[in-house]
């Protein structure tokens, strides 16, 4: 009761809540009414940036232009014509244009609103883009009344378009994902506190962010300042709020009504998990079981035909296995695994030259050959920030570095990578695949080995993979070299073709490395685990199926589902026993308890005895 509001009263909503979601229900409140503020300024703004550009002349017009000052903005945003990054926000009270007049006169330089841009900036990534860059434009609008000689007046837009380049830093390695501990509780972009934090333990800051507001005075305070943008966004919120008949109060007692639900709920959640583990819910053998009922149900889903089974397995796993248990009868199945690979792109120009040697073998391993002397690259910045990049620091991080040849990274990780194989580390697998990966965020071109986890699968049937010639060839490669280091040929970690030689080959793309990333199908007989296997079997086989990218096993996830599974249960079958409202108003919008609500539900969660009205809000 001590972190409780009401001291385990229970008059009003709040008092039911710990003092962390008190908070977290005004910040709510708070963001709300920042975001409404936010949005009448900008709005003020742009009316009276409209009241300048229709003041100017809009008659024998020849064409707009942009100001010298904006052309000396966009010449570094853009970096000189080569683009601006993903992520970088242009600055649009730096975009300026002139009128320019049919006698050769300007007009004033003004800022240009938003509503001129016909086609807005943009310098967010397309998900269908999978080059390094992409053309971009934004176009920008200016209306002429025209007069003919019988005095009537038409309209002619005149538009200005800039053209640029969006280049695309490469991914970065998110971290894995926590599960949620509903123990605490987020409040913005603070970090999080723990759920039954006393007052005294709650961060000023967060504090500060979460104080009961009084919007009338901010207003006042507003018009004494002088920013008459800031004053008019006060007027229309402060207006907005008395023509919806509502005040500060209410909002933040409605939210309190609503953090009762999500309080309620992490309760509950809560008493699960300590139920699921103390009551075997989420054992391993009932992991075993639901492994079990997984691959019956995969089973089931496939049919007779084997070459359909083959067509329809192999399109299940190209995007990973995380949700794949059943495996159909598939000639060579040990043969198909996954890699992960480091594409060095061609030059525009170098690719030019292969396409015009066609089918000449020769010639394109002289090109090749000699292209991988020259040819250079430039690694990722692991300290860029899109959010804090300004092009016009020049001590701004970018997000590349200096350029390097790729022959010098591809001898750098060949020293690196042999020095794990030769060495007496027991782990050789998982540190030489966390090296290759290390690599392939600093240097790789190919943005599609980001999207699987695991990698490209690479099949027994090199046409049922999709992949160009020297790709599959270099697959071959290291999944027949016998690496005696990691155990012998088709091993996770292994990307030598040959004693101490890091494989590589070349395409119309560039130059490839490669990497075995995962090989969940060798030496499994799935059907024997899953039918005659005990569960300690199962376990130990769940526990081996490991995501190489987020070293998250199949028994983790297995055991994770479980345990959403038995939150939910215990959270409908909670409600399904109860009223729809809790509370209810009355003609004077006094909060009252509903007559239908008999009694009270006691949670006890780590020694916190809260008393909740025995319902949710609806």
């Known amino acids: 009761k001590s972190v409780l509001v009401g001291g385990g009263a229970k008059v009003n909503p709040v008092d039911v809540l710990t003092v962390a979601e008190k908070y977290a229900a005004i910040y709510a ?49 853009f970096h000189d014509g080569e683009g601006c990054y993903v992520g970088n926000e242009l600055d649009t009270d730096r975009v300026k244009i002139q009128v320019v ?52 007046v038409t309209e002619e837009a005149h538009t200005l378009t800039y053209d640029y380049k969006l280049v695309y830093p490469r991914d970065t390695r998110e971290e894995a994902e926590e599960p949620t501990d509903y123990a ?18 709650i961060p000023d800051e967060i504090k500060a962010a979460c104080r009961i507001r009084d919007i009338e005075q901010e207003y006042a305070d507003a018009e004494k300042s002088g920013n008459k943008y800031k004053t008019e966004a006060y007027r229309v919120t402060v207006e907005n709020i008395k023509n919806s008949y509502k005040t500060m109060e209410y909002f933040y007692k409605a939210q309190y009504e609503s953090a009762v639900l999500s309080a309620l709920q992490a309760e509950i959640y809560l008493k699960a998990d300590n139920s699921a583990e103390a009551g075997g819910v989420i054992s391993d053998a009932k992991i075993a079981e639901e492994y079990r009922y997984l691959y019956t149900t995969g089973k089931n889903s496939y049919g007779a035909d084997a070459e ?77 920030d899109a959010e804090k990049y300004d092009p016009e620091d020049e001590n701004a991080v970018e997000p590349f570095g200096d350029e390097v040849l790729v022959k010098d990274v591809i001898a750098e990780l060949e020293t690196k990578l042999a020095e794990i194989y030769n060495g007496t580390s027991e782990n050789k697998a998982s540190e030489a695949t966390e ?37 599959n060839e270099l697959g071959e490669a290291i999944f027949t070299y016998d690496n005696a280091a990691l155990g012998g040929a088709g091993k996770v970690g292994n990307a030598f073709d040959a004693d101490g030689h890091l494989a590589y080959s070349c395409s119309n793309y560039g130059v490839h490395l490669m990497m075995i990333s995962s090989t969940p199908f060798a030496g499994v007989n799935d059907e024997e685990l899953a039918l005659g296997g005990t569960d300690a079997e199962i376990i130990a086989y769940l526990k081996s199926r490991v995501n190489p990218s987020t070293g998250k096993s199949l028994y983790e996830t297995l055991r994770d589902g479980l345990k959403t599974e038995n939150r939910t249960l215990k959270y409908n079958a909670f409600v399904s026993k109860v ?35 025995e319902v949710y809000l609806g």
């Open 29 to 77: 409140v708070n963001s709300s009414i920042d975001s409404s503020l936010e949005t009448a300024e900008e709005e003020a703004y742009q009316e009276d940036l409209n009241r300048i550009m229709n003041a100017i002349s809009a008659e024998n017009v020849k064409e707009i232009v942009f100001a010298e000052e904006t052309e000396a903005y966009f010449a570094k945003f």
């Open 101 to 152: 007049y049919d006698n050769g006169e300007k007009s004033e330089a003004f800022i240009v609103p938003t509503g001129a841009y016909t086609t807005a900036f943009s310098s967010e990534a397309s998900d269908d883009n999978s080059e390094r860059t992409e053309d971009k434009n934004f176009v920008i609008s200016f209306t002429e009344n025209v007069t003919d000689k019988d005095g009537n």
């Open 184 to 201: 605490e509780i987020t409040i913005g972009d603070f970090d999080p506190i723990s759920r039954y934090a006393k007052d005294s333990e």
């Open 308 to 384: 359909a089974n083959k067509d329809a397995f192999v399109t299940a796993i190209k995007n990973g296995l995380d949700t794949v248990y059943y495996y159909p009868a598939i000639t060579d199945i040990s043969d198909y695994y996954y890699v992960y690979q480091i594409l060095f792109s061609f030059t525009d120009e170098m690719e030019s030259f292969l396409e015009e040697a066609g089918d000449d073998e020769a010639s394109i391993k002289e090109f090749t050959d000699y292209f991988l002397t020259i040819l250079t690259t430039e690694p990722s910045n692991a300290d860029y």
């Open 435 to 471: 090296l290759f990966l290390e690599y392939l965020y600093k240097y790789n071109d190919d943005p599609g080995i980001f999207n699987n986890a695991y990698g490209y699968l690479m099949t027994a049937d090199p046409e049922d993979s999709g992949w160009v010639d020297a790709f």
């Open 579 to 613: 009223p729809e409202d809790i509370f209810e108003r009355d003609e004077k919008n006094n909060l009252t308890v509903n007559e239908a609500v008999k009694g009270v539900i006691d949670i006890n969660v780590k020694k916190i005895k809260k008393e909740i009205y």
